[in-house]
């Protein structure tokens, strides 16, 4: 069975950044896609980043590249978000999500999901 848990969320100021973490219990045999979405009240969730863990081929959405990067640790079974230059509109739920296993990595090849973790940045 697949569990994943987000931690490391909070408030904090424009500017400002946070890291989240994703905790996996996740068989690498399996495993081949991970990823972050985000879902703000009243917006669909929308994709962040995502990461094929073999090769460590990383994907970003427009809204976030440059400022967000996206990192595994396979010793640790955690995937890791690092968010700078944080904006009021990068304010949502967090999630993490694991691909279908032998999918190839696409925001809609994501079968298992965490229960989130809230970010606010205020101005």
């Known amino acids: 069975q697949v569990q994943l848990v987000e931690s490391g969320g909070g408030s904090v100021q424009t500017g400002e950044s946070l890291r989240l973490s994703c905790g996996y219990t996740?068989?690498?045999?399996?495993?081949?896609?991970m990823g972050w979405f985000r879902q703000a009240p009243g917006k669909a969730r929308e994709g962040v980043a995502w990461?094929?863990?073999?090769?460590?081929?990383?994907f970003y959405a427009d809204s976030v590249k440059g400022r967000f990067t996206i990192s595994q640790d396979n010793a640790k079974n955690t995937m890791y978000l690092q968010m700078n230059s944080l904006k009021p509109e990068d304010s949502a739920i967090y999630s993490c999500?694991?691909?279908?296993?032998?999918?190839?990595?696409?925001?809609?090849?994501?079968?298992?999901w965490g229960q989130g973790t809230q970010v606010t940045v205020s101005s």
């Open positions: 990461i094929e863990t073999t090769h460590g081929v990383t």
């Open positions: 999500a694991a691909g279908f296993p032998g999918r190839v990595c696409s925001w809609d090849g994501f079968a298992y």
């Open positions: 996740y068989s690498s045999r399996l495993r081949r896609c």
